[in-house]
Structure formats: structure tokens, C-alpha cells
């Protein structure tokens, strides 16, 4: 089976601007996470989403959204973004427990 | 809530020298326990994992038990090699109505010389 894919793999945007990230899970999987990584706050979890609806929510502000498409590929969205949301974003897709994760995007804001 | 510390780096150790890398947990409840390793330039795999206190998650040369009287879950290899140069994650997972969401340590980086 192909693994986690996530695109871009690498995003470079400026402040104010808007941004999608996309990820495909695992062919079967039904529940995709978001994961945010920086060198200061490690990794945090943004939310679950599992046959379309969101399921689990972490404590990101409103900018940070997602949704799931009936395939199960997910995407998320920052909006106006600022320059602290500079990280790495993992996507996980799991099916009845262990997560498997993608090579995640590298979005640099400027 | 919820949270993981685990030891903070860098190590830096010689071939075949004996890793520990330590881990503890608060958490409620019994949660299920990994540990994750992320080599540069990728995501997360999953290295290990425990789901019941006394259990013994094991991988590649790597053993990890949970603990639940000290709430831990030490990661050990007997003898590392430069291939295991990495950053190491120590997580906890709730399930919380069928959601999967982990909770995971500063990580610890490895970094194993010839």
C-alpha cells in the first residue's frame, strides 16, 4: 500500500496571505490528523477528522481549519497567516488505532 | 491535561554504547503509550509501542515497558549504531469517543558517532 502523501512539500508565503495543505491517507483509512511541529513548542495536535466530520479539535485559534473530502483525503487552511505559523505540518491516517505519518510540509511565512 | 517529559538533549553517544532515553507521563486513566523516531528530512514512524501497564513494546533492538507505578516509559537499546541517529519522540494516545489524538514530549535528538 502507498503510504501518507502530503503537498505541497514545501510552501513559502508572506504574512496576511492564505494557505491549503493537502493529504491523502493510506488507501482505507478513514481518520486523517493534523500535526504542527516547531523547534519551541514541539508537536501539537490541530484536529481529527473521520468520514468527513471533524472529530477532535486542538487549541489552535479559528485561523487554523480543515475538512475531509468522502474520499478521505483531507486538506487544511490558514488563513492571514503570521510569522509564528512558520512549522512543519504532519498529517496522520489511521485505521483503528496505530497513526501513520507523512513527510509533512515545510510552510516558511516571510 | 494530558502530557509527556521526556529527557532532554542532545545525546550524543559512541557506536554500540547503551541508550537510555527517558520518559514520564500524566495522564487519567490508561493510556497507550509510543515512542516515535524522526529521521531528517521526514515525518514520524512509529518505533514502538505498550498499551497495558507491564507491557513491553519492542523493535529494531529497541525496548520500551510500561510503567504504571512510575508512570513511565523508558526507551533502551543495548548497542547503537550511527544508522539510530535521530529525534526520538516519547507520546501518549486517549482514545476519546473512537479519536485517535497524541500527545507527545519535547523529543530527544540522538546523534551516534563512529
Known amino acids: 500500500k502507498a503510504g501518507v502523501t502530503q503537498t505541497p512539500r514545501y510552501l513559502i508565503k508572506t504574512r496576511g496571505q492564505q494557505v491549503t495543505l493537502s493529504c491523502s491517507p493510506i488507501s482505507g483509512h478513514r481518520s486523517v490528523s493534523w500535526y504542527q511541529q516547531t523547534p519551541g513548542q514541539g508537536l501539537q495536535f490541530l484536529f481529527e477528522y473521520f468520514s468527513e466530520t471533524q472529530r477532535n479539535k486542538g487549541n489552535f485559534p479559528g485561523r487554523f481549519s480543515g475538512r475531509q473530502f468522502s474520499n478521505s483525503r483531507s486538506e487544511m487552511n490558514v488563513s492571514t497567516l503570521e510569522l509564528g505559523d512558520s512549522a512543519l505540518y504532519l498529517c496522520?491516517?489511521?485505521?483503528?488505532?496505530?497513526?501513520?505519518f507523512g513527510p509533512g510540509t515545510r510552510l516558511t511565512v516571510l | 491535561g494530558d502530557s509527556v517529559t521526556q529527557m532532554e538533549g542532545p545525546v550524543t553517544l559512541s557506536e554500540e554504547a547503551f541508550l537510555t532515553i527517558n520518559c514520564t507521563y500524566t495522564a487519567t486513566g490508561y493510556p497507550s503509550l509510543f515512542w516515535y523516531v524522526q529521521y531528517p528530512g521526514e515525518g514520524l514512524q512509529l518505533l514502538l509501542k505498550?498499551?497495558?501497564?507491564?507491557d513491553k513494546g519492542s523493535n529494531k533492538g529497541f525496548e520500551a515497558t510500561y510503567r504504571k507505578e512510575t508512570t513511565s516509559f523508558h526507551l533502551e537499546k543495548g548497542s547503537v549504531q550511527v544508522s539510530d541517529s535521530a529525534v526520538y519522540f516519547c507520546?501518549?494516545?486517549?482514545?476519546?469517543?473512537?479519536?485517535?489524538?497524541?500527545?507527545f514530549g519535547q523529543g530527544t535528538r540522538l546523534t551516534i558517532n563512529p
Open positions: 496522520a491516517s489511521s485505521e483503528q488505532g496505530e497513526q501513520f
Open positions: 505498550a498499551t497495558k501497564a507491564d
Open positions: 507520546a501518549l494516545s486517549r482514545p476519546f469517543q473512537g479519536a485517535q489524538k497524541l500527545v
